[in-house]
Nanobody, 126 residues
Framework: QVQLVESGGGLVQAGGSLRLACAAS????????MGWFRQTPGKEREFVAG????????YYAGSVKGRFTISRDNAENTVSLQMNSLKPEDTAVYYC???????????????????WGQGTQVTVSS
């Protein structure tokens, strides 16, 4: 059974930082592109950041580029999202996502994601 379990969400003031982590189990982690998406009420889920299976290539949404950093540890089956200079508009539920390299999209697209985490709330106060 595949599981993606996010942690690290919470409440932070604007300008602050948070680090999200996603622990994967039940899959051959190194054969998956990993990504982070986010969603706010009434809006569609949007792509935030993606990282290739080797970790050699990353891609960011324009709204977070230069502030967020995605990384992965294939030995530990984890992917992280370091979020700096947070803004109130970053408030959302953040989801970890896994997209197998066969049939995947780049950058990751929710239309090809194979597995989702349950989400973790990030709230940035002004």
């Amino acid at each position: 059974q595949v599981q993606l379990v996010e942690s690290g969400g919470g409440l932070v003031q604007a300008g602050g930082s948070l680090r999200l982590a996603c622990a994967a189990s039940g899959l051959d982690f190194s054969t998956y592109i990993m990504g982070w998406f986010r969603q706010t009420p009434g809006k569609e889920r949007e792509f935030v950041a993606g990282i290739t299976w080797s970790g050699g290539t990353t891609y960011y949404a324009g709204s977070v580029k230069g502030r967020f950093t995605i990384s992965r540890d294939n030995a530990e089956n984890t992917v992280s999202l370091q979020m700096n200079s947070l803004k109130p508009e970053d408030t959302a539920v953040y989801y970890c996502a896994a997209d197998h390299v066969v049939g995947s999209s780049w950058p990751p697209s929710d239309s090809t994601i194979d597995y989702w985490g349950q989400g973790t709330q990030v709230t940035v106060s002004s």
